[in-house]
């Protein structure tokens, strides 16, 4: 069963419009670690947020947020005012507690192109 | 030079040759990670070291041999590779903590791969 579920393969928006791309996690661990990263077309991967399990508050950067259900183990970005720079792969990535070397796991990702 | 960098950008190789691709980071990490990145799939962990001592390996072919002599410098090497194996290879680093979510990766740019 996957670890990290990216139901949108491709989303379109318009610029300074918000977008939400949705990310579902499956894990038995209490504690564990929610990660988004972009991707743009040069291949880097980028840090944008990241949310603990038992943070109390969704995680905020500047225009990311992440709203967080831990009830229904979801972990959707939500991009306010987007821009063409915004236009990238998005991958939503979870790591888990218990093992020392512990990596990542990432999901298939979902494309995001904005629109002037 | 700062944050994780990869050689080479990009790689042409028949199947019958043998290359190595290069990691280095300058963060003071002590984890470093190879992963492999196809269309449409989601980036595959191959290798982790944790403390300059390999703790994963998920079932990688052994026509991919990966060594880390220093916690700085990670190496894939690759010989008598498939056409499949063309992709993006992504290495990380970071700062291994247990017990801890927290901490995300940096990414190097990759090396886009083509085997021929």
């Known amino acids: 069963a996957q670890k990290i579920t990216q139901t949108q393969p491709g989303m379109f928006v318009q610029e300074k419009e918000a977008v939400t791309l949705d990310c579902t996690y499956d894990?038995?661990?209490?504690?564990?670690?929610l990660f988004w990263y972009k991707q743009p077309s040069s291949g880097e991967m980028i840090f944008l947020i990241y949310?603990?399990?038992?943070?109390?508050q969704n995680a905020t950067e500047g225009r990311y947020s992440l709203n967080f259900q831990k009830a229904r183990k979801s972990a959707n970005l939500v991009i306010s005012a987007s821009q063409l720079g915004d236009s990238a792969m998005y991958f939503c990535?979870?790591?888990?507690?218990?093992?020392?070397?512990?990596?990542?796991?990432f999901g298939k990702g979902t494309t995001l192109s904005v629109s002037s | 030079e700062t944050g994780v960098t990869q050689t080479p950008r990009h790689l042409v190789m028949g199947m019958t040759n043998k290359k190595s691709l290069k990691c280095e980071q300058h963060l003071g990490h002590n984890a470093m990670y190879w992963y492999k990145q196809s269309a449409k799939k989601p980036l595959e962990l191959m290798f982790v070291y944790s403390l300059e001592e390999r703790v994963e390996n998920n079932s990688v072919p052994s026509r991919f041999s990966p060594e880390c002599p220093n916690s700085s410098h990670l190496f894939l090497h690759l010989h008598t590779l498939q056409p499949e194996d063309s992709a993006l290879y992504l290495c990380?680093?970071?700062?291994?903590?247990?017990?801890?979510?927290?901490?995300?990766?940096?990414f190097g740019s990759g090396t886009r791969l083509t085997v021929v």
């Open positions: 990535a979870m790591r888990e507690r218990d093992q020392a070397g512990t990596a990542l796991i």
């Open positions: 894990t038995s661990d209490q504690s564990y670690g």
């Open positions: 949310q603990g399990s038992y943070d109390e």
């Open positions: 990380a680093s970071s700062q291994d903590r247990v017990r801890q979510t927290n901490y995300g990766y940096t």
